[in-house]
């Protein structure tokens, strides 16, 4: 992934615990020199690393790591330089999520070898929709809840996430109910 990601991880738990936690936490994961470029591509396993060591360290499961990870996503892009390209994308979270993979199109003008994942958005109700997300990663999905929970906050929405089908070798892909309350 790109380095963007993995300096996200490293300003969120900056922000939590502090810089020596995050040098703990490089050396834990077997990166010890720290530090990442964000427009240069890593692989894949220094981030599932990264995400195991700050899990140890925090004393967290991996996935309530990937699921504040997602929600910090939110605000750490719209400060590193993407704040207009998420203003552009609406004002309220399915609107937003129907413009996900056109999103991630446009970013890769400039970071040309992501991998984004694709979204599909189907409204079961007024209030109720059903999220398909698909990627080439594994194990990503409590990342897409804190990313959906991130975005509801910053349009002052109340949502109720729920991961309602987990991929498998027969359905390559992660469903998610989302209700909005009212
Ligand atoms: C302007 C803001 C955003 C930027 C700059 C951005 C950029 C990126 C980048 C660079 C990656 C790493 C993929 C790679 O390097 O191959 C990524 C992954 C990802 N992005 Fe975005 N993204 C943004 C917003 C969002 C939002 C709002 C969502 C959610 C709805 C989202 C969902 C994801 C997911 C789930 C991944 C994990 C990769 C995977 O599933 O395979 N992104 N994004």
């Avoid at 996200?8 to 994961?29: F, H, M």
């Avoid at 990937?66 to 979270?93: H, K, P, Q, S, V």
């Avoid at 400039?110 to 398909?132: M, Q």
């Amino acid at each position: 992934m790109y380095g963007l990601v993995n300096r996200a991880i490293e300003q969120l738990v900056v922000s939590l615990k502090g810089p020596a936690a995050w040098e703990e936490i490089c050396t834990a994961a077997d990166w010890p020199d720290g530090g990442f470029v964000a427009m240069q591509t890593y692989d894949d396993a220094v981030t599932y690393r990264l995400v195991g060591a700050v899990s140890h360290t925090l004393g967290l499961t991996p996935e309530q790591v990937l699921r504040a990870f997602g929600e910090y996503w939110i605000l750490y892009t719209a400060e590193e330089g993407y704040g207009d390209m998420l203003a552009m994308c609406g004002n309220d979270l399915i609107g937003f999520l129907h413009g996900m993979n056109q999103m991630h199109a446009r970013i890769e003008a400039s970071l040309p070898d992501i991998r984004p994942p694709h979204f599909a958005v189907k409204e079961l109700g007024p209030t109720e929709f059903e999220l398909t997300y698909a990627s080439k990663r594994e194990g990503l999905a409590p990342m897409v809840e804190g990313l959906i929970s991130g975005l509801a906050k910053r349009f002052g929405q109340r949502v109720d996430i729920q991961h309602t089908a987990q991929r498998s070798a027969q359905a390559p892909r992660d469903c998610f109910l989302i209700k909005i309350l009212q």
